[in-house]
């Protein structure tokens, strides 16, 4: 969608408002297709007293397998553009600020760069996820698998070792 702000940059205390919805099921990050419902964004831009001002919220959910115990997992996120908008940059670059040269804002463009920008470093099916355990790899969130875990593993014990120095 390209938003034509020719009217807003004319007018005082005008506003427009914006909402829509970016198909990103296409974008394959971690080995995977993680934005598989269309991304919902709106907001509005305005003009108050010539300073114009993008405010944008951004709705993704983000599909891919816990960091932890690896069983697929959803979780809705967002995130909020709050800037200026201009035609051009009086002062040196700033991140505040949108450059609109032609006074046309291409909404579509800026709602994947920022999605892909904010996509979680960290992804868990839940909060206190168990995770896998390290010695027969069964789901812990499904319940204790009654391992002995009082021996070390060989391995971890090397990694200690390494870490010790
Ligand atoms: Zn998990
Ligand atoms: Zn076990």
Do not use: W
């Not at 080995?31 to 300073?51: C, D, I, Q, T």
């Not at 397998?65 to 809705?76: F, I, K, N, Q």
């Not at 027969?136 to 875990?149: M, V």
């Amino acid at each position: 969608m390209t938003l034509d702000l020719r009217r807003i940059f004319a007018t005082d205390n005008s506003k427009l408002s914006i909402e829509g919805s970016l198909d990103m099921s296409d974008v394959d990050i971690y080995a995977g297709f993680p934005l598989k419902k269309p991304v919902r964004y709106y907001g509005a831009v305005v003009n108050e007293s010539s300073v114009v001002t993008l405010n944008l919220k951004i709705d993704f959910e983000f599909t891919a397998p816990c960091d932890r115990c690896g069983v697929l997992a959803s979780e809705c996120h967002s995130v909020t553009i709050d800037k200026s908008l201009a035609t051009s940059l009086e002062r040196q670059e700033s991140d505040t600020i949108i450059v609109v040269p032609d006074m046309q804002l291409e909404v579509d463009e800026l709602v994947y760069s920022e999605v892909i920008l904010n996509l979680p470093s960290k992804h868990l099916c839940r909060e206190d996820c168990k995770g896998l355990c390290i010695k027969c790899g069964k789901n812990l969130n499904e319940g204790e698998c009654g391992c002995d875990l009082s021996e070390p593993d060989p391995r971890l014990e090397k990694l200690r070792d390494l870490l010790k120095d």
